[in-house]
C-alpha cells in the first residue's frame, strides 16, 4: 500500500486505468485475438481437427485461386452485397421518410416494422420457403396462378434462387433500418425545412439538398453495417436451402457458408481457414472503401 | 416593401385558443417588435404571418394581398430563425443562394445579388466558407443575407438574437438596427427581451397570454404604460407596485405615510401606485417609503438597493457615488410625474 501511496497522481491514474482495462483486455485477446491469429496461423498450415498440423506454407491460398467454386461463391457473395445494400438503402429510406411523417398509429406501424429484426432468422426463412413452393402449397405461387401468371420456381432456379433468398434477408434487416433511419431525420432541425418553405424550393429539391446531405453520417453507417452484414450472409442461406445447403449448383452459396463446409463438412480446417482470412481482407477492404468514399468530403 | 395588417388574427390548437383576435396595422418600413414573456402567442403570430401556422380564424394582409391562403413563399416575406436555419453542408454562397432558388433571374443577376448582400452585411470574404467555419454573429449575418437576398417586403425575425453571448447580442442589436435604416424594409421582430424590444422598436406591440397588452411607442410603453402587466415588464429592475388608498388629493399608503400625488383621487378607493426605481430618490423631503437598506447591488453607475419596510420590499436605482450602505434608514421619493396609478382589479392605469 506504501508503494501505491509514493506514486504520483498520474502514476496512479494509470494503475486504475490498466486495472479497468483488465478484464475487457483479456477478454479480447483470449477470445477475438487469440483465434483471430491462430486462424491466420491455421490458413497456412494442414489439419484435419485430429490429427497433427502440418506446415503447407501458400499451398492453401493456391488451391483457393483455382478452385472454381470459391470464384462461384466470391461472386455469389458479392451479388448479396451488390444488391441487398442499395436495395435495402432505398427501401428503409422510403419508409422512414413516410413514417417520420405519419401521424396515425405511429408507434405500432414502427413496431411492425422492427418486428422482424427480432425474429429468428431460422423461424423466418421457413416461412419464406413455403412462401415460395410450388402451388398448391406456396403463397406467391397461389397468388400468380389465380393471376393466371406461369408458376415461377423460385429456389429452384440457378438464376432465381440467390434473389429469392436474398429478399426474406434484406427485409428482416428492414426494421434496424428504419428505426437508424428515422433518429436520423429526427435530428434534422424542423427550421430548415421550415426555411426552405418560405424559399419556396419544391420537395425534390428539399430532399436531395437538405435531408438526403444531412442523412450522410446515418447513411454511411447503415452503408457499413449493412454491407458487412450482406458479406457475411449465412443463416438465411443456410436454412432456406437445407436438403442442399447453396444450391442449386451452388447458385446462391455465399463465402461463409462454403468457410462452414470446408471446416464441418470436409474437415480442412486449413482451407477454411485461408478462406476466412480472404474474407476478412474482403471485409476490411469494403469497409475502409465505404468510409473512405461517403466521408471523403465532410468537413 | 408594403404595409402589413393583422385583423382578429386568432389561433386555436384543437380547443385551446392561444391568440384571441389580434388586430394590428404596421405601416411601410415599420420596425415593429413582438415582446412578452414565453406562451404569450409572439411567435405564433410570426409563424402565421409568414404561413407557417394556419390561420384559425381572422385574416393577415401584406401589401394590400390578403394572404391567409397563400403559400410562405408566395406572401413576399423572408424569416431569420433563432438557430439561423442555415445548411450545414453548404457554402455561405450556396446558403445565400438557396433564398433565390425560385427567383426568375438568370445565373449573373442571382450572382450579383449575392455578391451585394454579402457586401452589405460584410461578409464578401467569407462566401466560400463552410458555416462550421464561421463564428456565432457571422451565422447569424448568413440567416440574415438569405432573407435579404429576397428583398421582401415583411423581414421576419424569430428571436434571432437569442443564440448569442451578451456582448455579441449587443452587437449585432445595433447592426440589425443600422441594416433597417440603410435598407428600410418592414420589419416584424419577435424577443422575450425587453431591452432588444426597446433598443430596436420603432413600434413595440406587448403581448401576454394571447392579447395585446399594449402597442406604442418604446417611450409611450415607459412612460405610459397601460396596465401593470407593461408597467412590469418593460424596464429594469420591475417597476414597483404599492398597495395605497385613496383621499381625495391625497393618498395614504398602507404604512400610514400620507402624500400629495398631484391629483384627485376618490375616498377609500384601493389603488396600486407604480413607481420606477429610478425615479426614486434618497432623503426625498416628501417621502412615499421609508425603510432600512437590505441588500446593495452596486452596477457601477448606478447601485441597486433594497429598501425593506413596513410597506414591503422596494427597489431604487441610486447614484453610483451616493455611498448608501446596508442597514442605512433611508427615505425615498419621486416627484409627481413619476407615479402610476393603476386599478386594483383590473390592473389598467388610471389617467
Not at chain 1, 438503402?89 to 422482424?116: C, E, N, Q, W
Not at chain 2, 441594416?179 to 413595440?204: K, P, S, W, Y
Not at chain 2, 391629483?263 to 377609500?268: D, P, S, Y
Request: proline fraction near 5%; charged fraction near 15%.
Amino acid at each position: 500500500m506504501s508503494a501505491y501511496k509514493r506514486l504520483s497522481i498520474r502514476q496512479k491514474q494509470i494503475v486504475w486505468a490498466w486495472l479497468f482495462l483488465a478484464i475487457p483486455t483479456l477478454f479480447y485477446g483470449l477470445i477475438r485475438f487469440y483465434p483471430t491469429g491462430t486462424a491466420f496461423v491455421i490458413s497456412f498450415q494442414d489439419w484435419n481437427l485430429l490429427g497433427e498440423r502440418t506446415w503447407t506454407g501458400l499451398s492453401n491460398y493456391q488451391k483457393l485461386w483455382n478452385d472454381p467454386v470459391f470464384w462461384k461463391v466470391f461472386r455469389n457473395t458479392f451479388a448479396y452485397l451488390i444488391i441487398g445494400t442499395p436495395v435495402s438503402l432505398v427501401i428503409s429510406f422510403v419508409i422512414a421518410y413516410h413514417l417520420d411523417k405519419t401521424r396515425f398509429m405511429h408507434g405500432f406501424l414502427r413496431m411492425l416494422y422492427f418486428l422482424p429484426f427480432m425474429t429468428s432468422a431460422v423461424a423466418m426463412a421457413w416461412v419464406w420457403r413455403w412462401f415460395y413452393q410450388p402451388v398448391p402449397i406456396g403463397l406467391f405461387n397461389n397468388f400468380l396462378a389465380s393471376a393466371g401468371i406461369p408458376q415461377i420456381a423460385f429456389l429452384n432456379s440457378t438464376t432465381n434462387a440467390l434473389p429469392a433468398v436474398l429478399a426474406p434477408a434484406v427485409w428482416a434487416g428492414l426494421g434496424f433500418q428504419v428505426i437508424i433511419f428515422m433518429a436520423g431525420l429526427r435530428a434534422i432541425p424542423g427550421s430548415y425545412y421550415e426555411a426552405a418553405k418560405i424559399d419556396g424550393v419544391g420537395w425534390w429539391t428539399v430532399l436531395t439538398r437538405i435531408t438526403l446531405p444531412l442523412l450522410k453520417p446515418t447513411i454511411v453507417f447503415i452503408v457499413v453495417f449493412s454491407s458487412i452484414g450482406f458479406l457475411r450472409i449465412f443463416d438465411h442461406v443456410f436454412n432456406m436451402t437445407t436438403n442442399n445447403p447453396g444450391g442449386p449448383l451452388n447458385a446462391t452459396k455465399p463465402l461463409v457458408l462454403m468457410i462452414y463446409e470446408t471446416a464441418f463438412s470436409s474437415f480442412d480446417m486449413g482451407y477454411a481457414a485461408a478462406q476466412t482470412v480472404v474474407l476478412f481482407l474482403i471485409l476490411l477492404l469494403v469497409s475502409l472503401l465505404q468510409l473512405w468514399i461517403l466521408k471523403g468530403d465532410n468537413s | 416593401m408594403a404595409k402589413l395588417s393583422l385583423k382578429k388574427l386568432t389561433k386555436s390548437y384543437g380547443k385551446v385558443e392561444v391568440l384571441h383576435g389580434i388586430d394590428l396595422e404596421v405601416d411601410d418600413g415599420e420596425f415593429v417588435v413582438f415582446v412578452g414573456p414565453s406562451g404569450c402567442g409572439k411567435s405564433t403570430s410570426l409563424r402565421m404571418i409568414a404561413g407557417l401556422e394556419e390561420i384559425t380564424s381572422g385574416e393577415i394582409w401584406i401589401g394590400g394581398r390578403k394572404v391567409n391562403d397563400l403559400e410562405p413563399k408566395d406572401r413576399d416575406i423572408a424569416m431569420v430563425f433563432q438557430n439561423y436555419a442555415i445548411y450545414p453542408h453548404m457554402s455561405v454562397r450556396k446558403n445565400i443562394a438557396f433564398g433565390l432558388w425560385n427567383a426568375p433571374l438568370s445565373k449573373a443577376e442571382k450572382a450579383a445579388r449575392i455578391e451585394e448582400v454579402a457586401r452589405i452585411l460584410d461578409m464578401s470574404e467569407l462566401l466560400e466558407r463552410k458555416p462550421s467555419q464561421l463564428s456565432g454573429g457571422q451565422r447569424q449575418r448568413v440567416a440574415i443575407g438569405r432573407a435579404m437576398v429576397r428583398n421582401p417586403a415583411v423581414f421576419l425575425f424569430d428571436e434571432p438574437l437569442s443564440n448569442l453571448d451578451a456582448q455579441l447580442r449587443t452587437q449585432m442589436r445595433l447592426e440589425i438596427k443600422k441594416l433597417h435604416q440603410q435598407v428600410g424594409n418592414t420589419i416584424i421582430f419577435v424577443t422575450h427581451d425587453q431591452v432588444e424590444a426597446m433598443t430596436l422598436a420603432d413600434r413595440i406591440v406587448i403581448m401576454k397570454d394571447g392579447h395585446i397588452q399594449q402597442v406604442g411607442t418604446p417611450e409611450d410603453v415607459f412612460h405610459a404604460p397601460a396596465n401593470t402587466f407593461v408597467a412590469q415588464f418593460i424596464g429594469a429592475p420591475s417597476m414597483n407596485m404599492l398597495n395605497v388608498t385613496g383621499a381625495g388629493d391625497e393618498i395614504s399608503l398602507s404604512s400610514g405615510i400620507k402624500m400629495q400625488p398631484g391629483r384627485q383621487t376618490q375616498t377609500g378607493q384601493p389603488l396600486l401606485l407604480g413607481v420606477r426605481p429610478d425615479d426614486l430618490s434618497v432623503d426625498d423631503q416628501n417621502p412615499i417609503v421609508t425603510g432600512k437598506v437590505v441588500v446593495r447591488e452596486p452596477l457601477g453607475s448606478e447601485t441597486l438597493i433594497y429598501v425593506s419596510g413596513p410597506q414591503g420590499e422596494i427597489v431604487a436605482k441610486v447614484p453610483g457615488k451616493s455611498g448608501v450602505k446596508v442597514g442605512d434608514e433611508v427615505k425615498l421619493g419621486a416627484t409627481p410625474e413619476a407615479l402610476h396609478f393603476f386599478d386594483t382589479e383590473t390592473g389598467d392605469a388610471l389617467v
